[in-house]
Nanobody, 112 residues
Framework: QVQLVESGGGSVHFGGSLNLSCAAS????????MSWVRQAPGKDVEYISR????????KYAESVKGRFTTTRDNGKNTLYLQMNDLKPEDTAMYYC?????RGRGTQVTVSS
């Protein structure tokens, strides 16, 4: 079955960096778009980025553009999210997404 396992979250100060990973299994990872989404307490899910199978197509939310970078390694079935210049408003649970599937998420907390 489809499994998505996020890791790499943590607590950082304003301006810090984190690199999230998502290990995927149960489907042919290299054939599908993948996304990162996040959800802060009491807020709607926000789509952060989407990457095409060959990494040629990338889309970012305006809120993270220029600070976050999504990449993928199809040989390792892994999706990444490099987050730089983090802000308190980036605090949320972060999930990778394939079709209707999401993992359990990894918490990112940014203090001012």
């Amino acid at each position: 079955q489809v499994q998505l396992v996020e890791s790499g979250g943590g607590s950082v100060h304003f301006g810090g960096s984190l690199n999230l990973s998502c290990a995927a299994s149960g489907f042919i990872f290299s054939r599908y778009d993948m996304s990162w989404v996040r959800q802060a307490p009491g807020k709607d899910v926000e789509y952060i980025s989407r990457i095409s199978p060959d990494s040629g197509g990338l889309k970012y939310a305006e809120s993270v553009k220029g600070r976050f970078t999504t990449t993928r390694d199809n040989g390792k079935n892994t999706l990444y999210l490099q987050m730089n210049d983090l802000k308190p408003e980036d605090t949320a649970m972060y999930y990778c997404e394939y079709a209707t599937y999401r993992g359990r998420g990894t918490q990112v907390t940014v203090s001012s």
